[in-house]
């Protein structure tokens, strides 16, 4: 995990670092075939949905 880009992210938008924990965390347990409880997925859509929003805002 990049914990400088998450600690800069953090303290600029708090959606986005829980994004990038969620999509790292879960990239990395998937990747070794780790279970992922439904939760965690829920919590990383609903935060994807949010950077996907931001991010149109933007551009």
């Known amino acids: 995990m990049n914990l400088a880009l998450v600690r800069s992210v953090a303290f600029a938008d708090l959606d986005e670092c829980v994004y990038q924990i969620l999509k790292e965390t879960l990239d990395y347990l998937e990747g070794?075939?780790?279970?992922?409880?439904?939760?965690?997925?829920?919590?990383?859509?609903?935060?994807?949905?949010?950077?996907?929003?931001?991010?149109?805002?933007?551009?």
């Open 32 to 59: 070794k075939g780790s279970f992922v409880d439904s939760m965690s997925k829920q919590a990383y859509a609903y935060y994807k949905q949010v950077h996907e929003e931001k991010k149109g805002e933007q551009g």
